[in-house]
């Protein structure tokens, strides 16, 4: 059963805390982006991965880190550096960077 | 400059009518591509329909017709005998060429409900 899964679907945490949302497909694509999407608004990249070992910034990667060991594996940590971190995370996938993107059902991290 | 403008940010409709959500474009690219999304209130963006530069045809998925006119740089989406399941945010995106690393770039969206 191909797919995109985000772990977990809900995240609280406090303030100074990092905290990593979990990214896996299984679909075989090599591309795979993070974004981020505030209330009623559209959707920034965070960064994004074309291939194994590379990743680039994307528009807001500031307070934001990433790593991308296997292809199937894109997890993101949200640090303390990054001010206003609440927010819903969606991670997307590509068979290659300039086909569509598929998503996952996205993370809804809240920090207190 | 917005590259992607979405400016309408909701929209009522009756059900079974057809509906047209409009999305304007601004690109200097000769080769792009465009997408739909629908995103409905739980969140996950589902992928609708593409349209490339250079597809001569307006592109078709069930239900869903993209209206690509190249000359105006629109891209609007049409969905065919509406149906209540059809309430969700509609996003308009585009991909330019390989200086952009083909990112998308997104529109603001559109809040589509459907009354019964």
């Known amino acids: 059963d191909g797919g995109i899964t985000q772990s977990p679907k809900y995240l609280f945490r406090k303030e100074g805390q990092n905290v990593t949302l979990s990214c896996e497909q299984n679909?075989?694509?090599?591309?795979m982006y993070w974004y981020r999407q505030d209330p009623g608004q559209g959707l920034r990249l965070i960064y994004y991965?074309?291939?194994?070992?590379?990743?680039q910034k994307g528009d807001i990667a500031e307070g934001y880190s990433v790593s991308r060991e296997k292809k199937e594996s894109f997890p993101l940590t949200v640090t303390s550096a990054q001010k206003n971190p609440t927010a819903f995370y969606l991670c997307?996938?590509?068979?290659?960077?300039?086909?569509?993107?598929?998503f996952g059902p996205g993370t809804r991290l809240t920090v207190t | 400059a917005q590259k992607i403008t979405q400016t309408q940010p909701g929209m009522f409709v009756q059900e079974k009518e057809a509906v047209t959500l409009d999305c304007t474009y601004d690109?200097?690219?000769?080769?792009?591509?465009l997408f739909w999304y629908k995103q409905p209130s739980s969140g996950e963006m589902i992928f609708l329909i593409y349209?490339?530069?250079?597809d001569e045809q307006n592109a078709t998925e069930g239900r869903y017709s993209l209206n690509f006119q190249k000359a105006r740089k629109s891209a609007n989406l049409v969905i065919s005998a509406s149906q209540l399941g059809d309430s969700a945010m509609y996003f308009c995106?585009?991909?330019?060429?390989?200086?952009?690393?083909?990112?998308?770039?997104w529109g603001a969206g559109t809040k589509l409900i459907i009354k019964p």
């Open positions: 991965s074309q291939i194994v070992n590379d990743f």
């Open positions: 995106a585009m991909r330019e060429g390989e200086d952009s690393n083909y990112q998308l770039i």
């Open positions: 679909l075989n694509h090599d591309a």
């Open positions: 349209q490339g530069s250079y």
């Open positions: 690109t200097s690219d000769q080769s792009y591509g």
């Open positions: 997307a996938t590509a068979k290659f960077s300039y086909y569509e993107q598929y």
